[in-house]
């Protein structure tokens, strides 16, 4: 049967990640392409131990109805560690647990952007995220990345020449796709430019705990005097995914209506996850977790950077991430990183090609988006080294 399918959904395409998921499925194939954490930082012993307990002696807790707005104690601590690590600490603010930062973003979409208004991204940007803006029918336009973050004056110049911005989208912290970090100059401008213009900001952070060194840079949301940042925080990079645990901090007039988008959404997020995140941070040290994540994201990304000057063609354009999981490389010379993935998982290494992260996704584009937090290093230079033979190749036929 031919499905009659909303016009909110049928311009959206699944994401590429996904697809090559498939092929990633495999263990033989080497892949660079997701963005999981590396699964030998689960605690799961921990938490084993933690779900036993509450399931047993907390039954009604962890297994009844609970409310939209997210299990008190865990606000709380979210709330304390915000101030703490992030000085984000405004008096007209509230948080709210969501199901995983993703939701806080579509949330946020849902009750701020109607059809036709206008949401400006950066480009590359992360695929949850302009699909999530597109599945509202939003206009999205994209604002040049340099390596220290959206340009400013290209924001400007697209706040003037679109109608009904309602959300300026950024992730100001190793970026999803491009590694990149915002500056602190950077932060300010876009924060001043958003108020001149009375432009709400989704700040989404999932990766800023994740710095190599322990250099952290002021968050935006920490500059926000006027309540227009909505900080987008999740437990999936610091803890584990598979919880959908994330929270938002926002002016409490935008928690408020996000509230009942949630109810309609999920009614809350669930009790179980969110206690085994409350119950970890009380019992356990996350950020000693965090400490050993750092430190072994900072070694794998220092593998794969060497191996990319090993193996890849000179003048391949790559990012020097700080934090975060992700490398961007750019080929150039007009190569479509799409028609090349084929060729690649053919020799068993999957990447993400750069158009997915896109405002138009049909254009080819040169660039690629390569993952080093789950393989081990031996397969990350063996990846590596595969794609750098392919690539060379292909840049032989353009000369
Ligand atoms: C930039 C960015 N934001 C948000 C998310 C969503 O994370 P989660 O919903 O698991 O918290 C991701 C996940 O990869 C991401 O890369």
């Keep these: 049967m031919e499905f009659h399918i909303s016009n909110r959904m049928s311009a959206i395409r699944g994401s590429a990640?996904?697809?090559?998921?498939?092929?990633?499925?495999?263990?033989?194939?080497?892949?660079?392409?997701?963005?999981?954490?590396?699964?030998?930082?689960?605690?799961?012993?921990?938490?084993?131990?933690?779900?036993?307990?509450?399931?047993?002696?907390?039954?009604?807790?962890?297994?009844?109805?609970?409310?939209?707005?997210?299990?008190?104690?865990?606000?709380?601590?979210?709330?304390?560690?915000?101030?703490?690590?992030?000085?984000?600490?405004?008096?007209?603010?509230?948080?709210?647990?969501?199901?995983?930062?993703?939701?806080?973003?579509?949330?946020?979409?849902?009750?701020?952007?109607?059809?036709?208004?206008?949401?400006?991204?950066?480009?590359?940007?992360?695929?949850?995220?302009?699909?999530?803006?597109?599945?509202?029918?939003?206009?999205?336009?994209?604002?040049?990345?340099d390596e220290d973050g959206m340009n400013i004056e290209a924001l400007e110049k697209a706040i003037e020449a679109n109608d009904n911005v309602r959300l300026i989208y950024t992730i100001p912290t190793f970026q999803n796709p491009m590694g990149a970090t915002m500056s602190v100059e950077k932060r300010k401008a876009l924060y001043e430019v958003a108020k001149k213009h009375g432009v709400v900001i989704i700040e989404d952070n999932p990766?800023?705990?994740?710095?190599?060194?322990?250099?952290?840079?002021?968050?935006?949301?920490?500059?926000?005097?006027?309540?227009?940042?909505?900080?987008?925080?999740?437990?999936?990079k610091i803890l584990a995914p598979g919880l959908r645990v994330g929270f938002m901090c926002a002016d409490k007039a935008i928690v408020q209506k996000v509230v009942v988008a949630k109810q309609v959404s999920d009614v809350h997020t669930a009790m179980l996850p969110q206690l085994l995140a409350y119950e970890f941070m009380n019992r356990f040290d996350i950020d000693a977790l965090i400490v050993k994540m750092r430190a072994n994201y900072a070694h794998k990304c220092a593998t794969m950077l060497d191996a990319i000057e090993t193996y890849f063609p000179k003048g391949v354009f790559h990012t020097t991430p700080k934090g975060g999981l992700f490398v961007w490389c750019d080929l150039g010379h007009g190569i479509d990183t799409l028609k090349l993935a084929p060729t690649c998982a053919a020799n068993k290494v999957v990447y993400v090609p750069g158009n997915t992260f896109m405002v138009d996704m049909d254009k080819p584009c040169s660039a690629l988006r390569l993952n080093y937090s789950t393989m081990t290093d031996e397969r990350i230079v063996e990846g590596v080294k595969r794609l750098g033979v392919i690539f060379e190749k292909e840049l032989e036929t353009r000369k």
């Design 17 to 145: 990640i996904r697809e090559i998921f498939k092929f990633a499925a495999d263990p033989s194939v080497i892949s660079l392409a997701g963005g999981n954490p590396a699964p030998e930082l689960f605690p799961n012993e921990q938490l084993a131990e933690i779900a036993q307990d509450l399931l047993k002696n907390q039954p009604v807790l962890s297994l009844q109805y609970g409310v939209t707005e997210g299990y008190t104690p865990l606000r709380e601590a979210v709330k304390a560690r915000l101030k703490e690590k992030e000085r984000i600490d405004r008096e007209g603010d509230d948080v709210i647990i969501v199901s995983g930062g993703q939701q806080g973003i579509e949330l946020s979409t849902k009750a701020l952007v109607n059809e036709g208004d206008t949401v400006i991204v950066e480009e590359p940007s992360f695929i949850g995220a302009t699909n999530a803006f597109r599945s509202y029918g939003a206009h999205l336009v994209g604002v040049p990345m």
């Design 207 to 236: 990766y800023g705990e994740l710095t190599f060194d322990g250099t952290k840079l002021p968050t935006i949301k920490s500059m926000d005097t006027e309540g227009l940042v909505i900080y987008c925080g999740s437990f999936s």
